[in-house]
């Protein structure tokens, strides 16, 4: 079997926002704590979960633009890192590149659009016509008119141009893998559908492999094939797209697709509501991180740290209702899986 | 709380229901360093007492400038405003700076999308609800505190009587919101106004913060407007909805049949634009081509036109009028009327036709 | 290119370019916009007049005027305002008065320019480093200029003055020493600010190094803003030159400089008061400038998205 095309394995980040007299950590931040997941050539790994949950962080981990405290990341099985023995950073920055949420922040205002563009390339050390050619061909590839577009500056262009843009930017350096961090999430609906599009030409025309970031649960069904959920830097379910979307194992992944909003009236259903806010990812709660909100909370969720465990073929879960002999007097079969209650039960 | 129960009470008072807003060819024109900005032209509705409208468009389509301009919030002296605004049968466009300040906050109140903006960092939630409460019915601090405490429980913030003491970079965006909304409803408001009140914050927050405001507005008989760009949270929240589209109310009616059974081709496309659930995902989605107008000319066309798959030689000619759309039912009343801009509207046939071709 | 397209997908393709064509249809650069917000704004403009006509006549001076600048005569002392071949009078040594304030102008224009100039180069050197590089760098340089913002910016400029000596190089390398600390502080801020945006992240996974993301991606953003910010301490340095003068450490007798005017004149001052207040117009006028243009510099660049 062929490893998948980027494996991550246990990524740890913890910021010190706070230091004693001594120096010594006083106050830290888990934003990442001991995340695994993997995505195969040529598809596309949904990453969702609320604000503080880490998913924009292992972006930047991913990419060393924040140095990991500790884990792998593997590309086609060969680990890259700082350390001696390993594949150099430089390398793998080339091949997974990424595309950031705020179209206006990601490009510099100074350059122009084939400046900003061409700039990848040029510090890979192809000549000023190559690196312009290149940024001709990228912006006719994403949809826009090079003609009228090379000389212009960012603020010139409207939000899904300029992500488009970014798009260009990031294929300019002939990555293997997108790093789409909330990357339409900015956009107008209409824009979005546009660029969403993009991305699945995109993808099988230069046989991409997306992680894709987001906290809209209709995006990511609609684009993945597989999906991370997290919560406080951990992740709590992992599987196939279908699978988590119909029989979520962890309540989390329950509550956080029953919080959808109907798209269309016939489709309004009873929401089961979580009670309290994503907690603080400083201090995170002991044992089962997602406890204190959780409806099936019980003793031994505060106590001990549930692990992943598998559920169905492919789908792994972290949650102590799904593990035998967890301690949990609930499993998983007593749960109803549908993420939808029956309207008269709620009425 | 769901929508349709509301729906069914409201229609049964038929007899008690008034109208607590009119707007008539209400036009916003901002100056800027490039020249006049038509930002919202000729729009016109109504909003009776205990009804929730949803003001639903995308990003500069007018629909949170039409908000502030209910209440005159914009800068008066960069700002031309036309058309008539009544509410509970007082002009606003013609009202005083002084009036209109004791038109703010208690006969109308608003809520918006930061609530860091509304509250006042120096000071703790309990004194800045409790000098509102004042300032609008002048009763005794202490009263005046007794109803702080009563609002917060009301909007279901746990340990209330604690939370009054606290200050707002203390509490958690959802907390937060639900303090703003506190604030907004503690003088009891006729109408609410709302600018995309959960677009910053977490799913499984936004849903609590919309189910509050939803039961806030029952329980309390008020009427709302909510501006949002998400169809999902105007079909969560709504009872009737206006589609905004370059400064203009294209489609409006019950969100039920609007959002279900839609006319105007910008509604429909906008519909089809936005990813469901469930949805095929072999199929390309259905993006409208282009992008919206710029608003720094006056349209002598239906803005739509050139994006538009059934635009005819009429709709580049003349910006059509609303016209009447037959009521589902026969003998509906006025919350059930619907009307739509658009000289062609109509079903889409079939709503691949049009995909295929791009 | 893309092989997805049919002949349809091409001719919507067309269509769509000719619409992007038509949708921007002006287009210019950054710094050509500025420039010509710049040049619609009619007090930048008055005050860039000035300022080049007080540059010019400076420059020019020789050629424009028949007297030398420290030749006096003792039959013309203390002329007034109107006299024939003195229209502007002359001082207490009867040296004239309009040959003076051009003559003058030289010193106090380049002591009020030379100074910042230099501390913009040195303190954004400084800022930049601080703030890109973060750390220990940013602690050593940014608590080094926290000592000299322990001093009131007089006080320090003729603290430093007095310990070098009178003279026109000491007066400028005293006021340079000045005006390094808050332009550092402020090319920190700004690079700080720039170095977190997603641009240079990108930057960063384009493989790119520090030098070139400082050279390409963090300049361009941070020279701007700390441009504006000097040009509006070029008054304030055109104060201090004239006060160290006037205090005698700055430019030495007799040569013109309008703060060492401004003193030698004090004592003329009720018998021709109108011309002992000339030099002072002159340093009024010449820093309102330098703020109004500086101000009109600041919206000019001002581009909102």
Redesign the interface.
């Given at each position: 079997m062929l490893p998948p095309a980027l494996e991550v394995l246990d990524l740890k980040k913890h910021f010190v926002t706070r230091k004693t007299l001594l120096g010594k950590p006083d106050r830290v931040v888990r934003a990442v704590d001991g995340v695994s997941f993997h995505v195969a050539r040529g598809q596309t790994l949904g990453v969702v979960g609320?604000?503080g949950c880490g998913k924009s962080t292992t972006a930047?981990l991913l990419?060393h633009?924040i140095e990991p405290d500790a884990g792998r990341i593997r590309l086609h099985g060969r680990e890259y890192g700082n350390v001696g023995g390993l594949k150099p950073v430089?390398e793998l920055?080339?091949r997974m590149?990424?595309v950031?949420q705020?179209s206006?922040?990601?490009?510099?205002?100074?350059?122009?659009i084939e400046d900003?563009i061409a700039?990848?390339p040029r510090?890979?050390g192809q000549s000023r016509s190559e690196s312009r050619q290149l940024a001709r061909?990228l912006l006719?590839?994403v949809?826009?008119?090079p003609?009228?577009?090379i000389?212009?500056?960012p603020?010139?262009?409207?939000?899904?141009?300029r992500q488009r843009v970014?798009i260009a930017?990031?294929l300019a350096?002939k990555p293997e893998i997108m790093v789409l961090d909330e990357a339409v999430s900015a956009l107008?609906?209409?824009?979005?559908?546009?660029v969403?599009?993009l991305l699945?030409?995109l993808k099988?025309?230069f046989e991409l492999t997306y992680l894709f970031i987001s906290?809209?649960?209709?995006?990511v069904?609609?684009?993945s094939d597989h999906v991370v959920v997290m919560y406080l830097g951990q992740v709590v379910e992992f599987g196939p797209v279908a699978q988590i979307?119909e029989q979520p194992a962890h309540p989390y992944t329950r509550?956080?697709l029953?919080?959808?909003?109907?798209?269309?009236?016939?489709?309004?259903k009873?929401?089961t509501?979580?009670?309290?806010?994503?907690p603080n990812p400083i201090d995170p709660p002991a044992g089962c991180r997602f406890h204190p909100r959780c409806p099936f909370a019980e003793p031994i969720c505060a106590e001990r740290e549930p692990v992943p465990v598998r559920v169905r073929p492919e789908q792994e879960s972290a949650c102590h209702m799904v593990a035998p002999q967890s301690g949990h007097s609930r499993h998983l079969t007593m749960i109803p899986l549908t993420s939808t209650l029956p309207e008269e039960a709620v009425? | 709380m769901t929508a349709s129960n509301s729906q069914s009470a409201a229609a049964d008072s038929v007899e008690a229901m008034s109208s607590v807003l009119r707007v008539a060819d209400l036009s916003v024109t901002f100056k800027s360093e490039d020249g006049p900005v038509y930002a919202v032209s000729d729009v016109n509705f109504a909003l009776n007492t205990g009804e929730t409208l949803a003001l639903l468009g995308e990003s500069g389509c007018g629909k949170s400038v039409t908000l502030k301009s209910l209440m005159r919030l914009h800068p008066p002296h960069k700002t031309t405003l036309s058309g008539q605004i009544e509410i509970t049968g007082d002009d606003v466009v013609a009202m005083s700076q002084r009036r209109l300040s004791a038109l703010r906050g208690k006969r109308v109140a608003m809520i918006f999308q930061e609530p860091m903006l509304a509250f006042d960092p120096v000071f703790t939630i309990g004194q800045q609800i409790t000098e509102t409460v004042r300032r609008h019915t002048g009763c005794a601090r202490a009263r005046a505190r007794a109803r702080a405490l009563e609002m917060l429980e009301m909007v279901r913030i746990p340990s209330a009587a604690s939370r009054l003491d606290a200050y707002p970079h203390e509490m958690s965006g959802g907390m937060r919101q639900r303090a703003m909304i506190a604030l907004a409803l503690s003088c009891q408001p006729d109408l609410l106004l709302a600018d995309e009140p959960t677009t910053a914050l977490d799913a499984t927050v936004q849903i609590q913060v919309l189910k509050l405001l939803r039961e806030l507005q029952t329980e309390l008989g008020m009427s709302m407007i909510i501006v949002t760009h998400d169809v999902g949270v105007a079909i969560e929240v709504a009872d009737r909805v206006a589609v905004m589209y370059a400064g203009r109310i294209i489609e409006e009616g019950p969100v039920n049949e609007v959002l279900s059974t839609p006319q105007h081709p910008y509604t429909q496309g906008l519909l089809a634009a936005t990813v469901h659930p469930g949805m095929d995902r072999a199929a390309r989605l259905t993006a409208i081509p282009g992008a919206p107008p710029r608003l720094t000319r006056r349209l002598e066309a239906c803005a739509f036109a050139p994006r538009c798959y059934k635009a005819g030689p009429e709709c580049r000619q003349s910006i059509p009028r609303p016209s009447a759309v037959a009521p589902a039912e026969p003998g509906a009343d006025s919350s059930q009327l619907r009307m739509v801009s658009c000289y062609r509207p109509g079903l889409k046939e079939d709503p691949r036709a049009h995909e295929s071709n791009q | 290119m893309d092989q997805s397209l049919g002949p349809q997908g091409l001719q919507s393709r067309v269509e769509e370019y000719a619409e992007q064509a038509r949708d921007i249809a002006r287009s210019r650069g950054y710094w050509a916009t500025v420039l010509h917000r710049l040049l619609r704004d009619p007090v930048s403009m008055a005050c860039a007049l000035v300022l080049l006509t007080l540059i010019l006549l400076a420059v020019l001076a020789p050629w424009l005027t028949p007297y030398n600048p420290s030749q006096g005569s003792m039959l013309n002392r203390l002329a007034g305002i109107g006299t024939p071949g003195h229209w502007l009078g002359t001082d207490g040594q009867g040296r004239d008065m309009l040959t003076r304030l051009m003559y003058g102008g030289r010193y106090s224009l380049v002591m009020g320019i030379m100074p910042v100039l230099i501390a913009f180069f040195i303190g954004t050197a400084m800022g930049v480093t601080a703030g890109f590089v973060g750390g220990w760098a940013n602690s050593l340089i940014m608590r080094t200029t926290d000592v000299f913002f322990a001093f009131p910016a007089v006080l320090l400029a003729i603290a430093i003055s007095g310990a070098l000596g009178a003279g026109f190089v000491n007066a400028m390398v005293s006021l340079t020493l000045v005006f390094i600390p808050p332009i550092a502080r402020v090319a920190e801020g700004v690079t700080t600010a720039v170095r977190h945006l997603d641009f240079v992240e990108a930057a960063r996974a384009s493989g790119a190094g520090a030098l070139t993301i400082i050279r390409v991606h963090i300049l361009g953003n941070v020279l701007g803003p700390v441009f504006i910010y000097a040009t509006s301490l070029v008054s304030v340095c055109m104060i201090l030159a004239a006060g160290l003068s006037f205090l005698g450490l700055g430019v030495r007798p007799p040569a013109a400089e309008w703060g060492l005017m401004l003193n030698t004149l004090r004592q003329s001052l009720y018998v021709q008061p109108w011309v002992s207040v000339l030099p002072g117009a002159m340093i009024f006028l010449t820093s309102l400038c330098f703020n109004l243009l500086s101000d009109g510099l600041r919206s000019a660049m001002d581009i909102k998205r």
């Open positions: 609320e604000s930047r990419m633009l430089s920055r080339q590149q990424m950031f705020d206006y922040a990601s490009l510099n205002p100074r350059l122009t900003s700039f990848g510090i890979q061909d006719d590839q949809g826009l008119n003609d009228s577009f000389r212009r500056y603020h010139e262009l409207s939000g899904g141009q970014n930017r990031a350096m107008d609906k209409s824009v979005q559908a546009q969403l599009n699945s030409d099988r025309d906290h809209d649960l209709n995006v069904q609609y684009i979307y509550a956080l029953d919080a959808v909003p109907a798209q269309t009236p016939n489709s309004r009873a929401h509501v979580l009670e309290g806010d994503p009425a | - | -």
